[in-house]
């Protein structure tokens, strides 16, 4: 059986076609077809499909049943000794919806998750490598100029200092 990962209201849903769900409140009346094209991932028993963000031309597609809202919570806030009370209800609204069908687009690569994404990863983490390997040489040959700058430095200031000295010995 397929399934579907898809986003909406700021939320992810994990469902398959016939699951019943509540979502955030959607501008749709009763009875209104509504498609999701923010589909993060489609398994089937065979091969699965994961979106980089999301799966181009794949689509959810579900049936509103009712729109409502849900049971009040009550927001009780206090702080003691000072007085401080405010009571607050709240009701979220949402929309029912019945998912019907779970489609994409045949062009889309399905990809086994096992083989396919151990390869990918591998090919990513060997470019990693060469790359940090380009940015440390770099970095070495700064660092050891940098060491023959101090040491230089701390040559001349010495230099000076026993010259200094020499001078003051003369003069005594």
């Given at each position: 059986?397929t399934?579907?990962i898809f986003?909406t209201g700021?939320k992810?849903?994990?469902v398959?076609?016939g699951?019943?769900?509540y979502?955030e409140?959607l501008?749709?009346?009763?009875?209104?077809?509504?498609?999701?094209?923010?589909?993060?991932?489609?398994?089937?028993e065979?091969s699965?499909t994961?979106g980089?963000?999301?799966?181009?031309g794949?689509?959810?597609t579900?049936?509103?049943?009712?729109?409502g809202?849900?049971?009040?919570?009550?927001?009780?806030?206090?702080?003691?000794?000072?007085g401080?009370?405010r009571k607050?209800?709240?009701?979220?609204?949402?929309t029912?919806?019945?998912?019907?069908?779970?489609?994409q687009?045949s062009?889309?690569?399905?990809?086994?998750?096992?083989?396919e994404a151990?390869?990918?990863v591998k090919e990513?983490?060997?470019?990693?490598?060469k790359?940090e390997?380009?940015e440390?040489a770099?970095?070495?040959?700064?660092?050891t100029?940098?060491a023959t700058?101090?040491t230089?430095?701390t040559?001349?200031?010495?230099?000076?200092?026993?010259a200094k000295?020499?001078?003051?010995s003369?003069?005594?």
């Amino acid at each position: 059986m397929t399934s579907a990962i898809f986003e909406t209201g700021g939320k992810q849903y994990k469902v398959k076609e016939g699951d019943e769900l509540y979502i955030e409140k959607l501008d749709a009346e009763d009875n209104a077809k509504v498609k999701f094209d923010a589909v993060l991932a489609i398994f089937n028993e065979d091969s699965s499909t994961i979106g980089s963000p999301y799966i181009k031309g794949a689509t959810v597609t579900a049936k509103v049943i009712k729109s409502g809202k849900a049971k009040k919570i009550i927001v009780y806030k206090m702080l003691r000794r000072k007085g401080y009370r405010r009571k607050q209800g709240h009701r979220q609204p949402y929309t029912k919806v019945i998912i019907e069908k779970i489609s994409q687009k045949s062009t889309e690569k399905s990809t086994d998750t096992k083989k396919e994404a151990v390869k990918e990863v591998k090919e990513t983490a060997k470019t990693t490598e060469k790359v940090e390997k380009v940015e440390k040489a770099p970095a070495k040959a700064t660092a050891t100029k940098t060491a023959t700058a101090k040491t230089t430095a701390t040559k001349k200031a010495t230099t000076k200092t026993a010259a200094k000295a020499t001078d003051k010995s003369k003069e005594d």
